[in-house]
């Protein structure tokens, strides 16, 4: 099974081809800088939560994951919460069968992981239907944040030196581009070689 990218080399992919955009079109006005420390944040926190595992009482955590599912549009589940169990939680005057699935996964003794999973309904053109199941991940990090403070103090440690170096790459492309992108060594080595030669006029 292939190694993914790391992150940083993600975040540059992003920016070398929202720098080639400009030669189909009027593209996009951002720098490398700009591109890059956007979203980084995000993608630290998706990273950290998708195996974390909770220590706190089930009931606890429970608590704040119906306050949070409230918050955000979704009703909350009636039914008390188990290890190896799942939820359902209906998405509030939902018309599409919209609901999150609540998943209570064990991780040994009085520890499990929580995993919430968005699933809608939807009608296709051939009068049939299909259903689309996503791992919300957002939902997720804000329910870990919340039951643990220590543990989202570290990761948004963790994601703000993640956003700092992508940065610090940003400006080293946004330098080279002034020159044109050929001599943008940094962009020029994550991407293969294959970075954006300069636009003719």
Not at 40 to 54: A, G, I, L, M, P
Not at 128 to 137: A, M, Q, Y
Not at 155 to 174: N, P, Q
Request: contains cysteine; proline residues 5%.
């Amino acid at each position: 099974m292939p190694r993914p990218y790391p992150l940083l080399h993600r975040v540059i992919f992003v920016c070398l081809v929202a720098l080639a955009i400009p030669a189909f079109g009027p593209g996009c006005n951002c720098t490398c800088e700009e591109c890059m420390s956007h979203g980084v944040q995000r993608e630290v926190q998706h990273e950290e939560v998708k195996n974390y595992v909770y220590s706190a009482p089930l009931a606890d955590t429970f608590e704040v994951l119906g306050a949070l599912l409230s918050e955000r549009g979704w009703e909350r589940p009636e039914a008390r919460p188990t290890l190896g169990g799942t939820l359902h939680a209906p998405r509030k005057g939902a018309m599409n069968d919209d609901e999150m699935l609540l998943r209570f996964i064990p991780v040994g003794k009085s520890r499990y992981r929580v995993e919430m999973e968005r699933s809608s309904i939807y009608k296709d053109m051939d009068g049939g239907t299909r259903r689309d199941t996503n791992r919300d991940l957002d939902m997720e990090w804000e329910l870990a944040s919340r039951v643990d403070l220590a543990f989202a103090a570290k990761t948004e440690e963790k994601a703000e030196k993640a956003r700092k170096r992508a940065a610090a790459v940003g400006r080293g492309c946004d330098k080279g581009c002034e020159l044109g992108c050929r001599a943008c060594e940094t962009c020029d080595r994550m991407a293969g070689g294959r970075a954006r030669e300069p636009a003719t006029q």
